[in-house]
């Protein structure tokens, strides 16, 4: 079976005026040992998938640190996102209403 090669076009809605390109990250091959960071981002029952998502990624043996952002109107504040990118090696973001 061979693995085809995809190009993504991934929007940024911060409301960049220019577009910036950046290079994917490559997945880790598995996420025993991995710190992830689940970041909630301040909306209604985003917390219930985090704490779900939480349940599954112990599971399989990654460690989990969680943080939330003050409001879900505005990007995480730099010192968030500079704590969160010093402790975890994988970040997921829950949108959730």
Known sequence: MTTAT???TILDPTSERTVAERQ????PASLRGVTVGLLDISK??????LDR?????VGVGANV???RKP???KP???????????????????LAD
């Open 53 to 57: 998502l939480e349940e599954r990624l």
């Open 6 to 8: 995809r190009s993504r």
């Open 24 to 27: 994917r990250l490559a997945r």
């Open 76 to 94: 995480a504040p730099v010192d968030l996102r500079h704590q969160i990118s010093v402790e975890c090696q994988v970040v997921i973001e829950a």
């Open 71 to 73: 409001t879900f109107t």
């Open 44 to 49: 209604p029952r985003g917390d219930v998938f």
């Open 65 to 67: 640190k969680r943080y």
